[in-house]
């Protein structure tokens, strides 16, 4: 089912996008295009495939759990505008 004019021109204004008026035909057309191509990928039967995390066979390359650097808490709150309590305080955002 090709997209009318009238169904680019709706799009373009939920998205909040400014088409101009002799765009419109080929936004339709290549909207059009891809509705129909992924109709064509719904189509397919994926029952017996089995879904991947990654396109490539390999294990993920995970650092070792180590801590690297010193703790500086003290520090950094020495130079923090409020601090109570171990935490830092900062203005109310929501009401």
């Given at each position: 089912?090709?997209?009318?004019?009238?169904d680019v021109e709706?799009?373009?204004?939920l998205a909040r996008l400014a088409v101009?008026?002799?765009?419109?035909?080929?936004y339709a057309h290549n909207l059009?295009?891809?509705i129909e191509l992924v109709g064509?990928?719904?189509a397919v039967d994926t029952t017996h495939v089995t879904p991947m995390a990654h396109p490539l066979d390999m294990a993920a390359r995970l650092r070792p759990d180590a801590v690297t650097e010193t703790n500086q808490r003290e520090r950094f709150q020495?130079?923090?505008?409020e601090v109570d309590a171990g935490v830092y305080l900062v203005p109310k955002v929501i009401e």
């Open positions: 089912m090709p997209l009318q004019p009238s709706k799009i373009a204004h101009s008026e002799q765009d419109i035909p080929a059009s295009n891809i064509q990928m719904n020495a130079i923090a505008p």
